[in-house]
């Protein structure tokens, strides 16, 4: 009851109550011209824990992966890998969706299936890119302030700390890969690709390179492909420390978001993008 507005607790209920029904995953494909049997995933997902829309956790994260699916499906759009774009379900509840997938499918990488039809229904995993969070940057907490300018402090006499109250002058996308597992060196490789195609087609804010990826989709598959999170702070040091008054609370709705944060979520959509075509050798135009 925390959300008041009725229309946004129906949109932000449960497909099924957690435990009393089968959740989707959803994916889409396009086909590589000369290399199908390997493949770039590029990813985000679809359920919230905001009580309202969840609009940043993850709405940003889903609304990037079906705006590259649309550039990349555009007509005169040719990659010689293949990508899939996939919106995980019950991320918040354990990365169950991705867990599953990779338990499920990460024998069937590279086979073609029937035999000789030159059909991959798992290509091999070359890069996972998984999105979640993208629009708020706006730095660590702030002491508050009374009236007179003076620090507010609690029963303990410790001062009171709130949200800054616009996006940090140092506002970027960060990139983590996990420096603890099988994978590290081809994570970070990857992470260092997206910076350099940040670098050269992002318009706005740069990419910072960490290595702590956490709490996301693409920790399953850290141990079997190179694999990275994009977002707007990072997970561990900086949403876990309370940069981020929003998350997963009833203010995760569209309209607490500023022209500048949107202006962050396209960066990073268009460092996505840059990578994600190098990656797959994309040509023609959108
Ligand atoms: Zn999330």
């Given at each position: 009851m925390a959300q008041p507005d009725e229309k946004l607790r129906a949109l932000n209920s449960e497909q099924t109550p957690l435990g009393t029904g089968p959740r989707e995953s959803l994916y889409c494909t396009k086909v590589g011209a000369t290399r199908?049997?390997?493949?770039?995933?590029?990813?985000?997902?679809?359920?919230?824990?905001g009580y309202g829309e969840a609009a940043n956790d993850d709405g940003s994260g889903t609304a990037l992966v079906m705006e590259l699916a649309r550039v990349f499906n555009a007509p005169g759009v040719a990659t010689e890998?293949?990508?899939?774009?996939?919106?995980?379900?019950?991320?918040?509840s354990g990365l169950n969706g991705a867990h599953a997938y990779v338990a499920q499918r990460k024998d069937l990488q590279g086979i073609d299936s029937p035999k000789g039809s030159g059909l991959y229904p798992e290509?091999?995993?070359?890069?996972?890119?998984?999105?979640?969070?993208?629009?708020?940057?706006?730095?660590?907490?702030?002491?508050?302030l009374d009236a007179a300018g003076k620090p507010v402090l609690d029963a303990r006499g410790q001062p009171v700390y709130t949200a800054p109250s616009a996006q940090r002058a140092e506002a970027d996308v960060n990139i983590e890969f996990q420096v603890n597992s099988k994978q590290t060196d081809a994570s970070a490789k990857l992470a260092?690709?997206?910076?350099?195609?940040?670098?050269?087609?992002?318009?706005?804010?740069?990419?910072?390179?960490?290595?702590?990826?956490?709490?996301?989709?693409?920790?399953p598959f850290m141990d079997h492909a190179p694999a990275v999170s994009v977002r707007e702070s990072e997970r561990g040091m900086q949403i876990g420390a309370g940069w981020n008054p929003h998350w997963h609370q009833p203010t995760d709705v569209y309209a607490t978001y500023s022209d500048k944060d949107f202006l962050l979520g396209l960066n990073a959509a268009q460092t996505t993008l840059a990578a994600v075509a190098q990656l797959t050798g994309a040509r023609g135009k959108p």
């Open positions: 199908p049997d390997e493949m770039v995933i590029v990813s985000a997902h679809m359920d919230g824990i890998r293949s990508i899939r774009f996939i919106l995980w379900n019950n991320e918040e290509p091999k995993w070359l890069a996972v890119i998984q999105h979640d969070m993208l629009l708020f940057d706006d730095g660590m907490p702030v002491p508050k260092w690709a997206l910076r350099a195609a940040n670098e050269k087609y992002a318009t706005d804010y740069p990419v910072a390179v960490g290595n702590r990826m956490t709490n996301t989709d693409s920790v």
